[in-house]
């Protein structure tokens, strides 16, 4: 079956400095994703979203990145702070407005003071 | 303030006892869907519901039942629990029109004995 997995399961980033989380997707027909952070004991929160026909979408110091040769997804967090701890997901959709949405298993990132 | 509410927050039930997790939303949306998190797994989603009276499965529906009687709740309901539906379980709520701007709610840790 379809599947959207995340490449590393941990990650720690010193504060201040640029963290990247990467995710690999194995339906080519997908068209739509997008990444939620979630903090702990909360639910997931929308960060960012990107469709299929962009290569990178940029918000307030996060950027996801699209690769659809290679089926890869990545969210660069910049200038990490404290408050960026938690777990991330990507996930995808055949298309924009479908309402299945698949998960990635998720990476928990932990910002060192 | 825009909520996804759940209740009850924990629950530790016995297999076979019937139980009822509640989810309201007050934003008006029309779609509405619940998820189970499990370590490994990542979200997977249980059952949705597009509008009133409308519902269908998702991808790991066995189990469960939900309903939709009204536009703003949307229960999931174990009529026999068993210890492998011990999870955390999400409630989410969208506009309908996009998914990309899932709402969560806090979350519904179930232990099953």
């Known amino acids: 079956g379809e599947s959207v997995g995340l490449h590393l399961p941990t990650l720690s980033v010193q504060e201040g400095d640029n963290s990247i989380i990467n995710c690999a997707y194995s339906?080519?027909?997908?068209?739509?994703f997008i990444w939620y952070k979630q903090e702990s004991g909360k639910g997931p929160q929308f960060i960012i979203d990107?469709?299929?026909?962009?290569d990178k979408r940029q918000g307030q110091r996060v950027t996801v990145l699209l690769n659809k040769t290679v089926k890869h997804l990545s969210l660069q967090i910049a200038a990490t702070q404290p408050g960026d701890s938690a777990v991330y997901f990507c996930a995808e959709t055949p298309w924009f407005g479908n309402e299945k949405l698949t998960f990635g298993t998720g990476t928990r990132l932990t910002i060192i003071p | 303030e825009a909520q996804v509410t759940q209740n009850p927050r924990y629950l530790i039930t016995v297999t076979g006892k019937k139980l009822t997790v509640t989810c309201s939303q007050n934003?008006?949306?029309?779609?509405m869907s619940w998820y189970r998190q499990d370590p490994g797994l990542g979200l997977r989603q249980i059952y949705y519901s597009m509008n009133v009276e409308v519902t269908d499965k998702g991808d790991v529906p066995e189990g469960y039942k939900v309903s939709r009687k009204e536009k703003r709740n949307f229960p999931l309901i174990l009529e026999s629990p068993s210890p492998n539906q011990t999870s955390l379980y999400f409630c989410?709520?969208?506009?309908?029109?996009?998914?990309?701007?899932?709402?969560f709610g806090s979350g519904t840790q179930l232990s099953v004995l």
């Open positions: 934003m008006n949306h029309e779609y």
């Open positions: 339906n080519s027909a997908s068209d739509y």
């Open positions: 990107i469709r299929s026909n962009m």
């Open positions: 989410a709520s969208s506009s309908g029109l996009t998914n990309e701007k899932l709402f």
